[in-house]
């Protein structure tokens, strides 16, 4: 059995701020490309994997390796499963560059075990059996629907401190709007050269840091994101859509991740000023996108020459979850 899963934009947090009685939120978009591609094959016991001959990324390896047997022993061990998997890994992609990898890792694992077995469980509740979910919720919602999402955080009952997904214990968050993208639009990814990745403890500390974010910004994000990013999403106005991105940057959590990494920043503003309709960064980087048609092709040329060719690669929105099929 094989399962494809999409990768990921996640293109703000809403509400790092809490006075509202809920924390958290997000919206974010599937991508057909990179997809992360698992098999597997059920053995007597065990956990075991390995990897196709043309996977050369060694820092994705790496985390393959860590989150397959981890991912899969939590799935085992919750459905009381005495047998045992192996997995082959065709393709994947960089980890902790924005793209969302390790969630769709773990979900994988999780689907292709409870799927051969014929066991029935939601997209979320595999989600929060396998340790995911707990800030964001993109990432469990485009495995499971694809397209345009937004989530609703959680309430502060449930979960009353800031912290990344990785280190929260929270219950993935309640979906409270999904949208298909335009097939017409394009969207071009750009990776531009950084000094470090934030991960593990640097993001625990970043939110620790940082968070609270001031009030009237939560609440501007929330206001672009009601009143102009879904409705000019709906409207089909690629430019409107484009200059609503480069809003979000200027406030909340976006402008945080900016202010932690400028070396994007400067990138972001020459693509801009390339002509494009509008540039934003997924989670912490170094992931910057942008949506375009034909009347602004020109602009994958453009951000070539900025960042360079092979830091480059357009894809389109993918409308639909993960897809498993018989090896």
Same mark, same amino acid.
């Given at each position: ?30 991508? *057909? ?10 053995t007597e016991k065990g956990v075991t ?26 799935? @085992? ?28 890792? =773990?979900? =994988? ?110 609440? *501007? ?12 999403? @709906? ?66 040329? =453009? ?5 360079? *060719? ?18």
């Amino acid at each position: 059995m094989i399962i494809r899963t999409p990768s990921r934009l996640h293109m703000s947090l809403i509400d790092l701020n809490g006075s509202y009685r809920r924390i958290d939120g997000g919206i974010g978009l599937a991508l *057909k490309e990179p997809q992360f591609v698992l098999e597997s094959e059920e053995t007597e016991k065990g956990v075991t994997f390995e990897f196709d001959k043309k996977l050369n990324d060694e820092e994705a390896i790496k985390e393959c390796s860590e989150k397959i047997p981890n991912a899969a022993e939590k799935v @085992l061990s919750h459905f009381g499963i005495e047998s045992g998997f192996h997995f082959k890994v065709h393709s994947t992609y960089h980890p902790h560059s924005g793209l969302g990898s390790g969630t769709q890792i =773990a979900l =994988a694992t999780g689907e292709l075990i409870t799927k051969t077995l014929g066991i029935d469980v939601e997209t979320k509740e595999l989600s929060a059996i396998v340790g995911r979910g707990g800030t964001s919720g993109i990432g469990t919602y485009v495995n499971q629907l694809g397209g345009l999402i937004v989530d609703g955080g959680h309430s502060i009952k449930e979960k009353s401190g800031f912290l990344p997904s990785a280190a929260s214990t929270a219950r993935p968050p309640q979906l409270i709007a999904r949208y298909d993208f335009p097939e017409e639009w394009n969207i071009l990814v750009a990776m531009p050269e950084i000094d470090y990745y934030v991960n593990g403890q640097q993001e625990v500390d970043i939110f620790q840091t940082y968070c609270p974010i001031p009030r009237d910004e939560v609440e *501007k994000v929330s206001h672009l994101i009601l009143m102009n990013f879904l409705p000019f999403l @709906l409207e089909k106005d690629i430019e409107n859509f484009g200059w609503v991105v480069s809003e979000l940057q200027k406030v909340g959590f976006n402008k945080l991740e900016h202010d932690l990494e400028p070396n994007i920043l400067p990138v972001m503003k020459e693509i801009e000023d390339a002509g494009a309709y509008g540039v934003g960064i997924s989670s912490f980087g170094p992931a910057v996108y942008t949506v375009f048609d034909d009347s602004n092709k020109d602009i994958v040329k =453009a951000t070539e020459k900025i960042v360079g *060719k092979d830091r480059v690669f357009v894809t389109k929105a993918q409308n639909h979850g993960s897809v498993i099929e018989d090896s």
